[in-house]
């Protein structure tokens, strides 16, 4: 019987040219993404009941079932798209994880456009470009480099559940977990970018490409995630 499912041809078996060709894909499509949040962003910030869904969600165990909820869809989106070939489950997969980005974000958003004046537009936009330039640079270090970075799977994975561990600490019992968690967070969605560039050729079959960018999108938005609220914290 004929194979139904045959198998990928990964990154790593491509030619220096068709390697190229695939990376331009992938970083197209997460470009695209960022413009599709920004899209889904402006949309939710016009609803007055989305808003204030999303405000009276950010107070202790409330803010730890919204949190829950992301990631249960969030991976059920990097799931669906990793288990299947077809590109329009692919493009739904990451639409729907882009739209819970942009929904968890709605709060912090909100503050800084709408309650924080001309200065939040200028604290937003500085913290877009430092996000940008950040992530332009780690992934051009490891595209340029081609430095392998897997190394850092463990580290990164500690890393992160001990950051849950604080989260879910700080939203129990009331403590801010201040700038110095956001700078530790910011530097573990740096390591992820890394890894997860460095991982391209390894993880994904030369049609990959979204479920690719995908990877790489939600380690862009943890970034600008943290990078905006060490920038909120200095007003």
Known sequence: MENQFPE?????SLSEVDRIAFYKKTYSHVAAGVL??????????????????????????????????????????EGMAMRTTDKNKQYLAYGIYIFFEALIFVPMLYIVTELMGPAGSDLLYQASIVTLALFTGLSATVLMTKTDFSFLKTGLTIGFFIAIG?????????FDLGLWFSVGMCLLAGGSILYQTSNLVKTYGVEDYIPAALGLFASLMLLFWYILRIFMSRD
């Open 8 to 12: 990928k041809i990964m990154v790593n």
């Open 36 to 77: 599709v949040f920004v899209l889904f962003e402006y949309l939710l910030l016009q609803s007055e009941t989305v808003v204030e869904f999303m405000l009276s969600m950010t107070q202790g165990y409330k803010w730890l079932l919204m949190l829950g909820g992301f990631m249960l869809a969030t991976n059920y989106a």
């Open 166 to 174: 604080l989260i879910i600490a700080g939203s129990l019992f009331g």
